[in-house]
């Protein structure tokens, strides 16, 4: 599978590299970021940390695109749609792993997967994906007097609140219940008593927290807390290859990280 990273000299491009230069199967032959990017113009491997493998930053995504398989974008939501566009033309399925994706930036993606092969992704861990499986699944099997709650911690360095993965989490609950998540969403609680069947968030963010989600399902004498943490980024570098692989060679259309997973629920 020949890849190219784009936001290559961020935390999770320079992550996916080193990820990627150990795996088998798997050859990185183009790497893109921002000209004023540190490091455009170096070897992308000894920016990683594994030792020089003939691919040098770029900031020329078409250029490098030709003869590539899957691009992975952890770029800027603002270059995201045009991003999708060369992927497109150049015949490249995406992994789109950028979140605050706007409307535009969805509207490219259905756009590109017309041409390729696209999954946008609130998070590439498999232990996340698998936790937003059974937050559904447990949406669906509860009743509805059991109150869900989703508290999610970042690093202070965040930009975005509710992160994409708490969204995706109480869009998953949202769907066991077979309600729109916007007609049940609290954001931010200040006061007052709960309604009957609001999804609330509680958001933190502080030092270096790489990404703690719990969905809590309170009902009468007893809680179900369904939890992950992350303390590595490499576990998000970990799965962006894997479903990088996997997107390789698909039918044009849109996919989820679900997809990746040999499990799915059916609420």
């Given at each position: 599978?020949?890849?190219?990273?784009?936001?290559?000299?961020?935390?999770?491009?320079?992550?996916?590299?080193?990820?990627?230069?150990?795996?088998?199967?798997?050859?990185?032959?183009?790497?893109?970021?921002?000209?004023?990017?540190?490091?455009?113009?170096?070897?992308?491997?000894?920016?990683?940390?594994?030792?020089?493998?003939?691919?040098?930053?770029?900031?020329?995504?078409?250029?490098?695109?030709?003869?590539?398989?899957?691009?992975?974008?952890?770029?800027?939501?603002?270059?995201?749609?045009?991003?999708?566009?060369?992927?497109?033309?150049?015949?490249?399925?995406?992994?789109?792993?950028?979140?605050?994706?706007?409307?535009?930036?969805?509207?490219?993606?259905?756009?590109?997967?017309?041409?390729?092969?696209?999954?946008?992704?609130?998070?590439?861990?498999?232990?996340?994906?698998?936790l937003i499986e059974l937050v559904r699944a447990a949406s669906y099997a509860l009743p509805e007097d059991f109150d869900i709650e989703i508290i999610e911690g970042h690093h202070r360095h965040k930009k975005d609140a509710p992160s994409g993965?708490?969204?995706?989490?109480?869009?998953?609950?949202?769907?066991?219940?077979?309600?729109?998540?916007?007609?049940?969403?609290?954001?931010?609680?200040?006061?007052?008593?709960?309604?009957?069947?609001?999804?609330?968030?509680?958001?933190?963010?502080?030092?270096?927290?790489?990404?703690?989600?719990?969905?809590?399902?309170?009902?009468?004498?007893?809680?179900?807390?369904?939890?992950?943490?992350?303390?590595?980024?490499?576990?998000?570098?970990?799965?962006?290859?894997?479903?990088?692989?996997?997107?390789?060679?698909?039918?044009p259309g849109r996919y989820e990280m679900r997809d990746v997973l040999p499990f799915k629920t059916r609420a």
């Amino acid at each position: 599978m020949r890849l190219v990273i784009v936001g290559a000299s961020g935390r999770m491009g320079l992550a996916i590299a080193r990820v990627a230069a150990s795996t088998n199967g798997v050859k990185i032959v183009g790497a893109v970021d921002r000209p004023d990017a540190p490091g455009c113009g170096r070897d992308i491997g000894e920016l990683a940390g594994v030792g020089a493998i003939g691919v040098s930053l770029s900031a020329d995504l078409p250029a490098v695109l030709v003869g590539a398989d899957v691009m992975v974008d952890f770029s800027a939501p603002t270059a995201t749609a045009r991003n999708l566009a060369a992927a497109a033309a150049a015949g490249v399925a995406a992994l789109v792993g950028t979140t605050g994706l706007d409307a535009a930036a969805q509207s490219a993606a259905n756009d590109a997967a017309r041409r390729v092969p696209v999954i946008i992704a609130a998070n590439t861990s498999l232990g996340v994906t698998l936790l937003i499986e059974l937050v559904r699944a447990a949406s669906y099997a509860l009743p509805e007097d059991f109150d869900i709650e989703i508290i999610e911690g970042h690093h202070r360095h965040k930009k975005d609140a509710p992160s994409g993965t708490a969204l995706a989490l109480g869009h998953a609950a949202a769907e066991g219940r077979s309600v729109s998540l916007d007609s049940v969403a609290v954001p931010a609680r200040t006061g007052g008593e709960r309604e009957r069947g609001e999804i609330g968030f509680a958001v933190v963010r502080g030092g270096d927290i790489v990404g703690d989600h719990t969905v809590l399902f309170a009902g009468e004498g007893e809680r179900v807390s369904l939890v992950h943490q992350a303390t590595d980024r490499a576990i998000f570098a970990r799965g962006a290859v894997r479903a990088a692989s996997w997107l390789s060679g698909r039918t044009p259309g849109r996919y989820e990280m679900r997809d990746v997973l040999p499990f799915k629920t059916r609420a």
